[in-house]
């Protein structure tokens, strides 16, 4: 069985540490990807001229070293190649109501582009081939 998950994409907010009482450090990043939009099983252009586009956004999730190279390293707008798995949760709120969600555990996050801001310049080399 496999449960293997490969984004490209853009990041859409800066990434969000936080830590654990038990001193795991968690960093939450969100990826957008896009694809081209269809219309009666066709792809269309929009009022630019351009291949319209649907957006999905995905939750990343990211633990210890991994997360703490995103949050140093990632800034919104970056492209990012992130492989990990899918992982579903199940939760009451406090009125009861079950909730669902869904986000990606990610094993590796691949720099495509540095970021925006200056505070990545020791960030491991991109290949640019």
Known sequence: MTNLVILVGRIARD???RTTQGGTSITSVSV????PARKEGKTYKDENGYTAKDSEFHRITCFNGLGENVA????????VSVEGRIHYTQWEDEGGTKRYGCEIIADKIDFLTKGRSGNNED???IDED
């Open 32 to 35: 957008v990807t896009d694809r």
């Open 72 to 79: 140093k390293y990632c800034t919104k707008g970056q492209m």
């Open 15 to 17: 990434p969000e540490t």
């Open 123 to 125: 960030a491991p080399d």
